[in-house]
């Protein structure tokens, strides 16, 4: 058999570590390469015609388009990065407190909209005492002893609607 086999120790420790560092410096060729071609797309400044320009830049010429383009525009493309982060971020943010809130509205905001009624002349000051109490006594579980609605005839419900005077 004059078929040779390679060993583990065939293989020198100089050439593995070669060779895993020519493939993580390619890995990070792509990534860079892909993070410039998203940057380019995500950039409002740029025009169509511009975007054309840097991606073409990019395809024809990998290596110098992207060095290039990061050379000429590395520091906008930090701004953007941080700029759509926060976005999620608050984003993100909203949304809790939107998922948090339930959609329904806390008695602070409905004593405030029965105020603003009140002040408006759309409610006398009797109804507005039993519109409050319902609502502190818990959006409207507590029954008023005489009926058992609110002024404007809405069971349960602590406020009342405009009557547009």
Do not use: N
């Not at 740029?46 to 073409?56: C, E, H, N, Q, R």
């Not at 290039?68 to 930090?78: D, H, L, P």
């Not at 329904?104 to 409905?110: A, C, L, N, Q």
């Not at 959006?139 to 602590?158: I, L, N, R, V």
Request: overall charge negative; hydrophobic content about 45%.
């Amino acid at each position: 058999m004059s078929a040779q086999t390679y060993l583990a120790y065939d293989f020198p420790l100089l050439s593995a570590f070669w060779t895993m560092l020519w493939f993580f410096l390619w890995i990070m060729w792509f990534v860079l390469l892909f993070r410039v071609v998203l940057d380019i797309f995500r950039d409002d400044d740029l025009g169509g015609w511009a975007k054309a320009g840097w991606l073409v830049f990019c395809i024809v010429l990998p290596f110098l388009g992207v060095f290039v383009y990061v050379i000429a525009r590395g520091r906008s493309m930090g701004r953007r990065e941080v700029a759509q982060a926060r976005a999620q971020q608050e984003e993100f943010q909203a949304y809790v407190r939107e998922t948090a809130a339930g959609g329904r509205t806390s008695s602070v905001d409905e004593l405030s909209r029965l105020s603003e009624i009140r002040a408006r002349g759309d409610m006398t000051d009797e109804e507005f005492r039993r519109a409050k109490e319902l609502v502190l006594a818990g959006h409207g579980q507590a029954q008023e002893p005489g009926g058992g609605h609110d002024p404007a005839g809405h069971a349960g419900s602590p406020t009342v609607p405009s009557s547009g005077r």
